[in-house]
Every structure is written in structure tokens, then in C-alpha cells.
């Protein structure tokens, strides 16, 4: 991301919108993670990148202790609220913290987790640390939504979710270049995870895909609520002119669906397994 720096705006106002608006992993995902990883419910859960802790507490029931590490102090908030919630509080932890600060006198950990987040990273930095932390035979755990499928509206019991006609209003208001906290990102996100995680000693890795597609009722404030979850239109992007973007996208909202009820289908998770070798190389 040549000529980006993060800055602590990058998912300002986001963590309250967060877990009504993402959707969710596919089911099955922690008992994907339990067979190939043979995870017992001891051990401890390093969650890089953790946001709301999400991924944190989905697998919070596979080991004695978690740990969720964010820069973002509303999330870390929204993290601490949702493990008391989740009668987990006790097995929890959350560090404010970037994942360039690790290991931040964490200790040694069983798995290593970034969901979603690696790419926002200075990831030489991080991967190197992160091998460091791990106990031998450890492993990190890459997950994302799988990013090759195609996920059809048909069959769907309600309207779909007009997602292209939101990116446009999204562009019509902040400009046709994707916003990044207080830069762009002209190209996007890099790619290319497992040449730096292979530079940093890591071997493999296992890939599984744990199936989605299925349809998932959502109202317009779960869509609003998901656009504003996003770093490229996080609320503070518009200013002033918030509230007007809002009006609109509820506007374009009635207009695709006169009872405010959207079917959309659950993406699939893409897994990659990365196991610590022996010695970087």
C-alpha cells in the first residue's frame, strides 16, 4: 500500500455498527478449526486485528484463554461487552494495542488468528512477531470470506440487497477513489499473504473452505449498519454530510424493498493453516 500510512481513524465510529451490519462467518467454522487443529478447550487464542471480537469469541469455547489485541478503543469496548454478555469474560482478554506493538509482554500462544485484518498490517513485521509468540507446533490461522465465489440472488425469499447501487451513492458522496481512514488506497488491499508468510518461517499451509450460501434475512438497518461498518465509508468519512447520505441510502433501500426486509446469502470462509517451522527463512 505505497504512499498509505494507518492512522487511528482507519475504523473510527465503526465498532457500534460492526456486529449487526458484517455478516457473519460460515457455520461450522469453529468446528472446522477443532478437527484440523485438534483444539480441546486448553491452550490460548492470540486474535490479531480482533475488532469487536467477533472471531475471538467464536472460538473462545475451544481454549482456556483468549486474547484480543485492536487499536481501535471502541472496539475493544464492544470486545469487553460482548464476552461479559457471552459469559466468557473470565477466559477473555482485550489489549489495546496495534499488532506492530506485539508481543507487548503477551506471553506464548497455542494459534495465532487474523481474521480479515493481516492486509491493514505491516505484515513483514507482524508475521516474524506472531512466529515468535507461538508455542512449537503452533500455527496461524489466516480467515476471510472466499473472495472467488459467486453468490446468487436466486431462490432468495425476499429482495436482495442492491449492493451496487450503494457503492455508487458510497462514490457519489466520498469520490470515486476507496478512503482509508485519512489516505486512499488507489489499488486496494494488497494480497499475496503466503509469500510473506513463508519469508517469516511458516510452512504449509492447509486450506478449507467452510461452505456458506445460506440466504440470510437482513432489515435496512442491518444494510445501513454494514455500510457503516466498513472502513471505506466509515461515518466520520462524511462529515457533515452524514446525515444526508444516510437519507439517501434509506431512500434507495424503500425504493429496491417496500417492507425493508433483504434476503442475502452468507458468504463461504476461506481458511488457510500456517504451521511454525522450525526456523524462519
Do not use: N
Not at 489466516?142 to 450503494?166: F, N, Q, Y
Request: with cysteine; glycine share 12%; net charge neutral.
Amino acid at each position: 500500500m505505497a504512499g498509505w500510512e494507518w492512522d487511528e481513524t482507519l475504523f473510527a465510529g465503526t465498532a457500534a455498527h460492526y456486529r449487526r451490519g458484517r455478516l457473519p462467518y460460515a457455520p461450522g467454522l469453529a468446528d472446522a478449526l477443532a478437527e484440523a487443529l485438534r483444539l480441546d478447550g486448553r491452550g490460548r487464542l492470540l486474535d490479531v486485528g480482533c475488532g469487536p471480537g467477533i472471531l475471538a469469541l467464536t472460538l473462545a469455547h475451544l481454549f482456556g484463554e483468549v486474547v484480543g489485541v485492536d487499536p481501535d478503543p471502541e472496539m475493544i469496548a464492544e470486545a469487553r461487552r460482548e464476552a461479559a454478555r457471552g459469559g466468557v469474560a473470565g477466559k477473555a482478554r482485550w489489549v489495546r494495542a496495534r499488532a506492530e506493538e506485539l508481543p507487548a509482554g503477551l506471553g506464548r500462544f497455542t494459534l495465532a488468528t487474523f481474521g480479515q485484518s493481516f492486509h491493514w498490517m505491516d505484515r513483514e513485521l507482524v508475521a516474524a512477531t506472531t512466529r515468535d509468540m507461538l508455542l512449537p507446533g503452533g500455527a496461524l490461522v489466516h480467515i476471510s470470506d472466499l473472495k472467488t465465489e459467486t453468490l446468487t440472488v436466486d431462490g432468495l425469499p425476499r429482495p436482495a440487497v442492491p449492493g451496487a447501487v450503494i457503492e455508487e451513492l458510497i462514490r457519489h458522496y466520498l469520490g470515486p477513489v476507496r478512503r482509508a481512514g485519512r489516505g486512499v488506497l488507489p489499488q486496494g488491499t494488497p494480497g499475496g499473504e503466503a509469500a510473506v508468510l513463508t519469508r517469516a518461517g511458516f510452512s504449509g499451509p492447509q486450506r478449507h473452505v467452510v461452505p456458506g450460501g445460506q440466504p440470510l434475512e437482513r432489515t435496512a438497518d442491518d444494510v445501513v449498519a454494514g455500510v457503516f461498518s466498513m472502513s471505506f465509508s466509515a461515518p466520520h468519512l462524511f462529515g457533515a454530510r452524514r446525515d444526508a447520505f444516510e437519507a439517501d441510502l434509506r431512500r434507495l433501500l424503500r425504493e429496491a424493498s417496500a417492507s425493508g426486509r433483504f434476503s442475502e446469502r452468507r458468504p463461504s470462509t476461506e481458511v488457510f493453516v500456517w504451521g511454525k517451522s522450525a526456523s524462519p527463512r
